[in-house]
């Protein structure tokens, strides 16, 4: 199983031309997936439709989209939209996204993340099937919503942005896919085996959940070139751990850095955006991200298959210039290098 796909931050910091062009070149490369985001910058559905214009075979991934700040229905017919517009090529990523997020950007109560994604799902399941809507949920009302355009896949996929023991359980049990980010290499297989177990439960199997997280990406050019990205990745790191909350903090305390991930926050806390990047230690960085040269970034990605992953989805560090995406997609394309 050679399949890869990979994340592009599609903000206004890259230009159209060149999210048309590197969209492009994964699709002749044979990528499985383009996939984006949304946070304060775009949305991510007006991307995927940009990009499913110029592409010809490239699955297009909504990683993700909130829970909260649209309606199931209105997800339900944006992502059955976007199918129809590519002709079947549309996969719809959830989460619950953050408290930051969902009440300061939003304006609406983060409450209840998991029982809201859950419902989530079912609803738009529902709604993706062509079936009547007559839905009384603990957040949904709904009577008689019924969709007249229904997209062109029988299922679109829905997979699910988790990392907690109950969201994890979720989504063994409802979802299509699992979208980690930050998935700590030699802790895959212990998280994938919590998913089977509730998939198990649900009398599903854990080969029906693609295993696709998020990794960090960078193909150096050369020795000076190699010590850049480093760079990029350790500040990426840093952010993450120090500047957004308690969630990321959080899992790399759990994946046995809890005093690494102590002195990014206290270096971060105190401003020193420097010492912070610097307590990113070797042995963080080589459990979660890919580094060095062509051949090693596909050495290093195919020791997260082995670890358990079906569809890795390459991501690139906050900074990485255009250029260095697009060698980046042509060192881990599914071809390269007799991968």
């Known amino acids: 199983m050679t399949d890869i796909g990979f994340f592009l931050n599609a903000s206004r910091e890259t230009s159209d031309d060149d999210v048309i062009s590197i969209a492009r070149q994964a699709d002749s490369l044979g990528y499985h997936s383009f996939w984006t985001g949304e946070s304060w910058g775009r949305d991510v559905f007006t991307v995927l439709t940009m990009v499913a214009c110029h592409t010809e075979n490239l699955r297009l991934g909504a990683g993700i989209v909130n829970v909260y700040s649209r309606t199931p229905a209105l997800i339900a017919q944006t992502v059955a939209s976007l199918d129809i517009l590519s002709r079947g090529r549309a996969i719809l990523g959830l989460g619950s996204s953050g408290r930051v997020v969902v009440e300061n950007w939003h304006g609406v109560p983060f409450d209840s993340p998991l ?142 850095f809890a005093s690494e991930a102590q002195a990014v926050r206290e270096a971060w806390n105190s401003r020193d955006r420097e010492r912070a990047a610097a307590a990113v230690s070797d042995r963080m960085l080589e459990s979660v991200a890919v580094l060095g040269t062509p051949e090693q970034c596909r050495n290093q990605l195919n020791q997260f298959r082995q670890a358990g992953v079906d569809l890795p989805i390459a991501t690139f560090p906050h900074g990485t210039d255009v250029d260095a995406i697009h060698r980046t997609i042509e060192a881990l394309a599914p071809t390269a290098g007799g991968q």
């Open 115 to 256: 029982a809201r994604t859950r419902e989530y799902i079912d609803i738009i399941r529902m709604a993706l099937s062509g079936q009547p809507v007559n839905h009384q949920g603990n957040f949904y009302q709904m009577d008689r919503f019924r969709m007249i355009s229904p997209p062109m896949q029988e299922r679109i996929p829905i997979y699910v942005a988790s990392l907690g023991p109950k969201n994890l359980a979720l989504t063994g049990e409802l979802a299509d896919g699992w979208l980690p980010i930050w998935a700590h290499r030699e802790r895959i297989s212990g998280l994938k085996e919590d998913i089977a177990v509730a998939a198990t439960k649900a009398g599903r199997k854990i080969s029906d959940v693609t295993v696709a997280p998020y990794i960090m990406c960078y193909a150096a050019s050369d020795a000076q070139d190699l010590g850049h990205g480093e760079g990029l990745l350790r500040d990426h790191m840093a952010y993450y751990i120090g500047g957004m909350g308690s969630y990321y903090f959080d899992s790399f305390s759990r994946a046995g």
